[in-house]
């Protein structure tokens, strides 16, 4: 048994891979909206959203390297994506408001995920646990930064 193998592999697995998966489905997911808003918010908020994607992407790229480090199978084909539970959105389109709200929505679910995974990664590796909460950080700090442009809330 490696060293690696203490880690109990098959345990963070299933964390790790939805992870990866969510993170995959928010980049594609902001490309849509990139390329799809409409309004005076056009450019920064077109702008942002390349900054999101790259944490995004970034992220993904670390946690499925971890998935193949202990082991295990990174899978980032489209199929995955069914199980992501980041929200759909509509095709066409869309506002500047409306872009900032599913922005902030797909954010949201995808920390759940990643929020779900590090909790209980912190019992089984800190290695992974740490590498899931680089990628927490910086997505927490867009959803912030995309929040704030909705206003102030009651």
Do not use: Y
């Not at 909790?119 to 704030?148: C, F, H, P, Q, Y």
């Amino acid at each position: 048994m490696t060293s690696i193998e203490h880690h109990h592999p098959q345990k963070q697995a299933p964390l790790l891979q939805a992870c990866v998966t969510a993170t995959i489905d928010l980049a594609l997911s902001f490309k849509h909206l990139h390329w799809n808003i409409r309004g005076p918010r056009f450019r920064s908020v077109h702008e942002f959203l390349d900054i999101v994607i790259e944490h995004a992407r970034d992220g993904t790229d670390e946690i499925a390297e971890r998935l193949v480090t202990i082991g295990m199978p990174a899978e980032g084909q489209r199929t995955e994506l069914d199980k992501s539970p980041v929200p759909a959105i509509e095709s066409g389109f869309l506002s500047d408001e409306a872009v900032l709200k599913h922005a902030v929505a797909i954010l949201d679910e995808t920390i759940k995920v990643l929020r779900d995974a590090q909790g209980k990664l912190g019992d089984l590796d800190a290695v992974s646990e740490d590498i899931v909460i680089g990628t927490l950080a910086n997505l927490e700090k867009d959803l912030w930064m995309l929040s704030s442009q909705l206003g102030p809330t009651s």
